[in-house]
């Protein structure tokens, strides 16, 4: 994909502005469903996989989470980690772990 900076700075960018992130379908149409997203957009600085692998480390590992699984949890950082969690697994999405959280 196409972007002049890393994913996750962009995502930290556009989260601090409030700026809108646009998810698109393989069709390359707009979806608020991060399950039907294949690409997510930056307006015109990055257009990146959903799958793409961020720089945000796992704790205690040498895995991260890919930019789709942030986008999931910082759209829904507000409900119970329970929720949060239950909501991810019927999005097909992968959690954010409860210690990893506190860092985003």
């Known amino acids: 994909m196409t972007a002049s900076k890393d994913p996750l700075t962009l995502l930290r960018e556009f989260t601090i502005a409030s700026k809108s992130i646009t998810l698109l379908t393989a069709e390359n149409q707009p979806t608020e469903d991060i399950s039907q997203a294949k ?3 930056f ?3 990055g257009t990146f996989s959903r799958d793409e692998p961020t720089t945000y480390k796992k704790k205690g590992k040498d895995d991260t989470y890919t930019l789709g699984s942030l986008i999931f949890f910082l759209r829904h950082k507000d409900e119970s980690f329970y929720t949060y ?4 697994l019927e999005a097909g999405v992968p959690g954010i772990s409860f210690t990893d959280k506190g860092d985003l």
């Open 43 to 45: 307006n015109d600085q």
């Open 85 to 88: 969690i239950k909501s991810a």
């Open 39 to 41: 690409t997510i957009k």
